[in-house]
């Protein structure tokens, strides 16, 4: 079984950071993309930023210049950098992983983390 631990949510005035980590457990052979998703209040869950294995990185428009996400491969670890925080990046933040989880098993398989809640105001 494989687990995905968020940590890092607050919090925090208009202009402030945050870091926001996702560390994944259990049975893992390999994780291809690591992501960060957000959902607001009454809204959908929306793509935020995602690393591919190779360090290669995609953000949405919205964060662009202001968040960065990094990984730690040998930690299993993805990591969100956000500054210049606004009231609308207000959501509960969530990771996703494409997860192997055994060399015998070639297939990918998606998981998610349970969600840490960002709440930007003054």
């Known amino acids: 079984q494989v687990q995905l631990v968020e940590s890092g949510g607050g919090l925090v005035q208009p202009g402030g950071s945050l870091t926001l980590s996702c560390t994944a457990s259990?049975?893992?052979?390999?994780?291809?993309?690591m992501a960060w998703y957000r959902q607001p209040p009454g809204k959908q869950r929306d793509l935020v930023a995602g690393?591919?294995?190779?360090?290669?990185?995609v953000y949405v428009d919205a964060v662009k210049g202001r968040f960065t996400v990094s990984r730690d491969n040998a930690k299993n670890t993805v990591y969100l950098q956000m500054n210049s925080l606004k009231p609308e990046d207000t959501a509960v933040y969530y990771c996703?992983?494409?997860?192997?989880?055994?060399?015998?098993?070639?297939?990918?398989?998606?998981?998610w983390g349970q969600g840490t809640q960002v709440t930007v105001s003054s």
């Open positions: 996703n992983a494409d997860i192997q989880t055994s060399q015998d098993d070639a297939k990918w398989y998606d998981y």
């Open positions: 259990g049975s893992i052979f390999s994780i291809k993309t």
């Open positions: 690393i591919m294995i190779s360090g290669r990185t």
